[in-house]
């Protein structure tokens, strides 16, 4: 569990000191898969908590009938169907790994027992709320703001682990772009010397 902590203390900035972490980290079940793994399914409930240990998780719903992923979790990321997770309600998102992932599951009564019981550790937890707000307002104000290359910039800048291990198609839908569009841009950037300084683009996929 230390590689676990050592990513949630980089994560959150740092790590509770009581004994709920270590209880709520044992309780979990690891989910290990080469490529794509549905972890919370649309229309389903699962109010189970997961912490990425390696890996991409991809989040997604539906635009009409077209596939629109909104946002990605990286090593020592935690997530939930908030749905399901507050109100027992289906999940309205789908949340899969998509790539060689390993994924800590905490089934939702072993997290309010070790949060209920270990006031550092919900402290903690509040933390990392607060820091999910704000990445949600820092993609929206930086990655999804500007031209479409300006998008691909910033995303290629700030999260070079996604452009390195995620399908061309699944950041496209991310970017707002299509996956034509997407290859054009990154043509384009290859030839701009001054912006392959900036971004690691030669690894795209």
């Known amino acids: 569990m230390d590689e676990m902590k050592r990513l949630l ?3 959150v900035g740092f790590l509770p000191d009581g004994p709920g972490l270590d209880r709520m980290l044992e309780s979990g079940e690891w989910i290990r898969t080469d490529g794509k793994h549905v972890l919370v399914e649309i229309g389903r409930i699962c109010p189970d908590v997961f912490i990425v240990r390696e890996g991409i998780i991809r989040v997604w719903d539906y635009d009409k009938d077209k596939e629109r992923t909104f946002g990605f979790g990286l090593p020592g990321t935690i997530f939930a ?7 027992g ?4 998102y789908q949340v899969e790994t998509c790539c060689a992932s390993v994924v800590l599951r905490i089934p939702r009564q072993e997290y309010w027992k070790a949060v209920n019981e270990d006031h550092s550790l919900a402290l903690f937890m509040l933390h990392n709320a607060y820091g999910e707000l704000y990445s949600h307002e820092l993609k929206n104000s930086a990655i999804h703001n500007g031209t479409a290359k300006e998008r691909f910039i910033a995303l290629a800048e700030r999260r070079p682990m996604i452009m390195e291990n995620v399908p061309q198609k699944i950041i496209a839908s991310y970017l707002g772009i299509t996956s034509e569009y997407f290859s054009m841009l990154k043509r384009e ?8 300084k900036r971004v690691r683009v030669t690894k795209l996929k």
């Open 89 to 92: 309600e289906p999940s309205h």
């Open 189 to 196: 950037i290859l030839r701009d010397k001054n912006v392959k």
């Open 9 to 11: 203390r980089e994560e």
């Open 81 to 87: 169907s908030k749905h399901s997770f507050v109100m």
